[in-house]
Nanobody
Framework: QVQLVESGGGLVQPGGSLRLSCAAS????????MSWYRQAPGKEREFVAA????????NYADSMKGRFTISRDTSKNMLSLQMNSLKPEDTAVYYC?????????WGKGTLVTVSS
């Protein structure tokens, strides 16, 4: 049974930091490219960051570059997203996604609220 379980969301003040985690199980984590997406209230889901399965190369949406860092720990089947210098517009539900040769899996999301 495939599971992607996000955690680490919460309320943070503007300028603050949060670290999101995504625990993966039920598939061969090392074979899957992993990414984070987010969906703000009333908006479409958008790409945040991605990391490849092999080389660990990373890619970010322009508005996240320099503030967010994606990483993976294959030994723990864990994906992370370090978010710094958070802004109110970063408020959204953040989703973990796994993309393999044949399947794409999604987690249920974790809510991040940036507000004073």
């Amino acid at each position: 049974q495939v599971q992607l379980v996000e955690s680490g969301g919460g309320l943070v003040q503007p300028g603050g930091s949060l670290r999101l985690s995504c625990a993966a199980s039920g598939f061969t984590f090392s074979n899957y490219a992993m990414s984070w997406y987010r969906q703000a209230p009333g908006k479409e889901r958008e790409f945040v960051a991605a990391i490849t399965s092999s080389s660990g190369s990373t890619n970010y949406a322009d508005s996240m570059k320099g503030r967010f860092t994606i990483s993976r720990d294959t030994s723990k089947n864990m994906l992370s997203l370090q978010m710094n210098s958070l802004k109110p517009e970063d408020t959204a539900v953040y989703y973990c996604r796994a993309r393999g040769p044949y399947y794409v899996y999604w987690g249920k999301g974790t809510l991040v609220t940036v507000s004073s």
